[in-house]
């Protein structure tokens, strides 16, 4: 499953590039609304081209989906063109985000809008990823008038059924992929029980037809929802940065780090420090023992990328280290 990262944030998206695990990034005007609002609280003046461009090339060739504003067929095509000439000579890698349907409510006579301007996209080669997709009967419209990506909203269609069956939650609560059930009936939305459900019929569809559209399970706001997204085949999944960070966290990895850390033969470490290894060479002395160990303390837990502090350990140990973590 290819990850992206759900963001407008530049020091955030570099950080997932640094890390060599974001195949792609994903905005939408709130996300663009943060990252501008942000640095102008910083007093940072921002433009917001050369800005786009910054995140453009950091992305290298890896698609980039900026969403339209506008809410008709002319306007989103208009606009889906001109953000493509815009930015995709940068790095080729723009992808246009259209609305799978701009109306705002029921009475609005711009429901096929999206599909027009989703077509019109498509047909001049533009890749387009299809946003606020909430039924499998959207993916496959969206499919079929040519989109590149279809991204089912999972964590707002686990909001949309918990509230209207007053259950509480916290936006970055689990739900179960099978859904809640109450006695021998599960609280759906049309026949969807979860948002990862949402995401496996949308996928299941569009697969068994060979559809070449890609599933981009979004909207995921926990670890547990990132697993089953990948469990039930999405092609990708657009991640915040905080659920990136989150999925690399656990209390018997801290332990087995420090656990291990504690154990380190100096001598081990030595070998592989100044690339020779002299096995007659008397041993360092205790002091610069503890340099050494306090480095590759410091490097494991740089490895790691958590912040953490490396706290000196009295004799116990013999001057060795233990890593304590700062933040959660
Ligand atoms: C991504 O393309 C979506 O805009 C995003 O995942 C929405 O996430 P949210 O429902 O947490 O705002």
Redesign the pocket.
Known sequence: MKIFI?SADIDEIRQAYAWGIADGV?T?P?LMKKAVDARHKKAHRLDLQTYITEILKVAKGTPVSLEVTETTADGMIRQGLALYKLFNPIARNIVIKIPINPAFKDTDTTHFDGLRAIKALADKKIPVNV?LVFTPEQALLAAKAGATYV?P?A??MDDYIRKRNRITFEKTDYFPWQGMWKGKKPYDDNGVVSGVDLVWKCSQILKHYGFKTKVLA??L?NIRQVREAALHHADAA?LPFSVIQNMLKHTKTYEGMAKFTKDIVPAYVRMTEGGTHDPSSKPAAKESRVVKGKKAVVKLARDLKTKRSVKKRKPKGKGWFEIKDVEK
Request: charged share 25%; glycine share 8%.
């Open positions: 759900d994903t939408n709130s946003t991204s909203f964590g707002r979004a909207s706001r657009t």
